[in-house]
Each structure stands twice: as structure tokens, then as C-alpha cells.
């Protein structure tokens, strides 16, 4: 079994990002990263976010409103991100507080600077198989880290646990897309689909995306397949100062042995979303700046 180091790809990245923003003249790429409230989770995934982006020599504007904004007041903000020519790739963190609606906030982002990649125009491009659009992070990272593993989807029956428009749907689209490193046959099953096990079987590359601790197991999978553990979940656990511990969808002890490759939780997938962010913002910046 090959273990698929998500920390070692990610730094690959980031190092060859690096190289790229030192080579530009003038004004550097700059991201908007906007946090709405104190969520535990953000402010340590912002900080992460903003620390990668100073390492590639990205410019980062931490934009803070209190979790009281209204959902008007947000996308006034955003419009004026959206017209400010020196920035470049706008985040909104989410989850965003229950009185806003996500979806909406996501809309309104100019899919130009939606280097999150949750806009509508920016997941049609998916489909279309258009590259001057953004992919969201997470399902970027996984198809960077089977590319850069050696993995070809070509021919390969790719199962997606996960049909959500943050990482089931839009990877199970760039599996199937009609270009190098894709051309997988996909199938997607979520929480109706019946006798799981059966399809996860089939599978030559799983990519697991549910949300539920250690859920994958030996049983549910092929000897040899390539199995790609995209969740991050909270398990309690005394022997932690935390009094939890991270771990994936999949349960690693009993599946490593059976895969030919696995990415680890934490330290496979999750890595991988960040350097994904820091690309899409270098790309925004190069379609701003030749526009
Ligand atoms: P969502 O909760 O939005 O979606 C979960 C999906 O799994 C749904 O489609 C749901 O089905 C399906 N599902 C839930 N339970 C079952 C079940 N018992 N059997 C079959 N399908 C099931 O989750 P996300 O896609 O946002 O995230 C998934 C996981 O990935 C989470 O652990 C999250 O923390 C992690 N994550 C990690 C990231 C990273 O950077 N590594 C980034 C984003 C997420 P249905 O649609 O029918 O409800």
C-alpha cells in the first residue's frame, strides 16, 4: 500500500506557486478573505489561509464583519470586493451564520473572483469542460493529488460516497471529464442509494465524501483499489487534550491494507483544498490582469 502524502503535494505546490508570484512584476495577486463571526473552525481555517497565501507572497485583506450582518449589508461588502480592481480572488468562509443564505452569498461573488468556485457560472464551466473557469478546492486537490500520484482515471470505475456541490458532485464531473487524467465511468451514490457495499465494491478508485467517521470499510472495498478519504470528522477521544480526535469517512486501519493507494486524515485531502485556493487565486489574477 502507497500512502498518498497530501502535506507533500500541497508543499509541492505551494513551492512552485512561490516561484511564480516572485516572478511577476508589479502588483502582486491579492484574496479578499471575508469571516463572518468567530466559528472556532474558521478562524483557525482563515488563519491557515492566511498564512499560506503570505508564504507564496499572495496578498491577503482579512475582511471581519460581526456574525450581526445582515445578508444586504454582506453582499454590499461583496459588490464592493467584486469592483476593486486590486483584488483579485474573494473567500467567504463558510458556514456562514443561519440568518444568511449561502447559496445566495456564493451567487454574488463575481464569478470572476470566486476562486472558491461555488458559483453558478463557475460549476457550469465544470460541466462544459471550460478552463477558464474555477473548481472548487477540495475536488481540484483530489484529481491534483491522483494526478500527481500517478493515478489515470481513464477506464477506471470511480465510485463518489457524496453528491453534495462542494465535493460528491463536482468531482464526480471532473472524473468524467473527456481529457487526460479523467475519461473515469463514474457512478455517485449518497444516503437513498440502496445496497452501498455492492457498488463501493466495484470500485477501482473510491472517493469518500459523507461526513461520517470511519464509515468505509474492508468489506466495502475492492483489493488493490485506490481509495481517496475526503472527510474530516470529530471523534471524541480522553487521551486527547482536545478530548477529540480528527478522522476520515474511511476506517484506515482496516482498509490501508487492502488498497494499492489511500490518503491518510489528516494530512491526505485537507492540505491539498489550501494550495488549491492559492493556485485559483493566481489564475484570477492572471485573467484580471491580461483582461
Ligand atoms: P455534506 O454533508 O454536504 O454531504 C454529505 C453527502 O454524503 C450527502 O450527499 C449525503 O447524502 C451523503 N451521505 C450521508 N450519509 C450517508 C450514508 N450513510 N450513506 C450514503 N451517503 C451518505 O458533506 P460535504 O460534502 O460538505 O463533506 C463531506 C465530508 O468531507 C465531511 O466530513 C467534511 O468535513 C469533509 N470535507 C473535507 C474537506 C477537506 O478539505 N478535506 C472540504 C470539504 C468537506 P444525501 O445527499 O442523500 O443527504
Same mark, same amino acid.
Given at each position: ?6 502535506n507533500?503535494v500541497?508543499?509541492a ?6 516561484a ?21 473552525? $474558521?478562524?483557525s481555517?482563515?488563519k491557515k ?5 503570505a508564504?507564496?507572497?499572495?496578498? $491577503?485583506r482579512?475582511?471581519?464583519?460581526p456574525?450581526?450582518?445582515t ?5 454590499a ?11 483579485d ?8 451564520p443561519?440568518h444568511i443564505?449561502e447559496v445566495?452569498v456564493?451567487?454574488?461573488v ?5 476562486v472558491?468556485?461555488f ?7 465544470i ?6 473557469g474555477? !473548481? ?10 491522483l494526478? #500527481? ?10 465510485v463518489v460516497l457524496?453528491?453534495s456541490?462542494i465535493v ?7 472524473a468524467?471529464?473527456?481529457k ?8 455517485i451514490?449518497? $444516503?437513498q442509494?440502496k445496497?452501498l457495499?455492492?457498488?463501493?465494491r466495484?470500485a477501482?478508485?473510491?472517493?469518500a465524501?459523507?461526513?461520517?467517521a470511519?464509515f468505509v470499510?474492508?468489506?466495502? !472495498?475492492?483489493?488493490?483499489?485506490v ?6 470528522n470529530?471523534v ?8 477529540y #480526535?480528527?478522522t ?14 489511500i490518503?491518510? !486524515?489528516?494530512?491526505?485531502v485537507?492540505?491539498?483544498t489550501v494550495?488549491?485556493?492559492?493556485k485559483?487565486? !493566481? ?5 484580471q490582469v491580461a483582461?
Open positions: 500500500m502507497d500512502l498518498i502524502d497530501g507533500q500541497a508543499a505546490i505551494i513551492a512552485e506557486l512561490k511564480e508570484v516572485a516572478s511577476l512584476r508589479g502588483r502582486k495577486p491579492c484574496i479578499a478573505l471575508v469571516r463572518v463571526g468567530e466559528d472556532p473552525a $474558521s478562524v481555517y482563515v489561509k492566511e498564512k499560506t497565501a508564504e507564496i507572497g499572495i496578498t $491577503s482579512v475582511i471581519l464583519p456574525v450581526t450582518i445578508q444586504e449589508e454582506l453582499f461588502l461583496l459588490d464592493q470586493l467584486n469592483a476593486d480592481p486590486t483584488v480572488g474573494i473567500l467567504v468562509q463558510s458556514p456562514l443561519k443564505d445566495a456564493f451567487r454574488r463575481s464569478a470572476a473572483k470566486d472558491d468556485g458559483n453558478t457560472l463557475n460549476l457550469g464551466k460541466a462544459q469542460e471550460d478552463p477558464t474555477f !473548481v472548487a478546492c477540495t475536488p481540484a486537490g483530489i484529481m491534483e493529488l494526478a #500527481r500520484s500517478g493515478v489515470d482515471l481513464k477506464g477506471k470505475h470511480v457524496g453528491r456541490l460528491g458532485k463536482p468531482v464526480a464531473l471532473l468524467l471529464q473527456k487526460a487524467g479523467a475519461n473515469g465511468t463514474v457512478t451514490c449518497h $444516503s442509494t445496497d457495499p455492492a457498488i463501493t466495484q477501482d478508485v473510491l472517493i465524501a459523507i461526513g461520517r470511519e470499510t474492508a468489506d466495502m !472495498v475492492k483489493p488493490g483499489a481509495v481517496i478519504d475526503v472527510g474530516i470529530r471524541a477521544d480522553a487521551a486527547k487534550k482536545t478530548g #480526535r480528527l476520515g469517512d474511511v476506517n484506515f486501519a482496516t482498509v490501508s491494507p487492502l488498497a494499492s493507494k490518503t491518510p !486524515v489528516p494530512g491526505g485537507g492540505p491539498m494550495a488549491m485556493l492559492m485559483n487565486t !493566481v489564475k484570477a489574477y492572471r485573467l483582461a
